[in-house]
């Protein structure tokens, strides 16, 4: 099994790799979008859900590159994007000046060929709410590929424990470093657990992880 790192880890080498000036999230939309694309032809119909945080921000730059790249998209941003942080709205304003659109809640009958989940990420450290379940509820009824970047929406990334129904992703691709989360969670939620460094390095096993 391939080294996995508590979310303390993950997070301080992303805050040194921004504090060098590094914008990690386009790297992120690129590695999501070149994953998609590697698995999904330009026709495919793409639905992206966007959350109130950095992992919503991957999602929306994952959709600007596949926008770019011909793919029918959706872009589902519940929390709308007032409060994104920083990085995540600078990633919303390319996704809106490349000509996407968002919608606040899903509304699409016909299910989609593929769901990017970038709901919470590692960020999640407490029930999903009912109007999310519901969301995540209705992704899980369609029965079709899903990529979760990071981990799946729904899931501790430290412990693996269900916070609620989770999504049940067929990929999950962790940017940076495996949320050490993704061994406990389960394949039928984690599905193939893929990795995208970034070009940032992390501690090797007992070095401080």
Known sequence: MPSSYPVAV??????????????????????????????????????????PGNNGGDALEAATRLLELGYDLLVVLPSGPQSLPTDAARAYAGWIAAGGVTCRELTADAPPDLVIDGLFGIGLNRPLGPAWQALVDRVNAWNVPVLALDVPSGIDADTGAALGRPVRARWTLSFIGRARGLARAGADVVGESCLETLGVTLPRAGEGV
């Open 10 to 51: 993950i997070r301080a080498a992303e805050h040194e790799a921004l504090a060098q000036g590094r914008r990690l999230m386009p790297l992120a939309g690129v590695a999501a979008a070149r994953f998609v694309a590697a698995r999904c032809a330009p026709q495919a119909r793409v639905l992206a859900l966007a959350g």
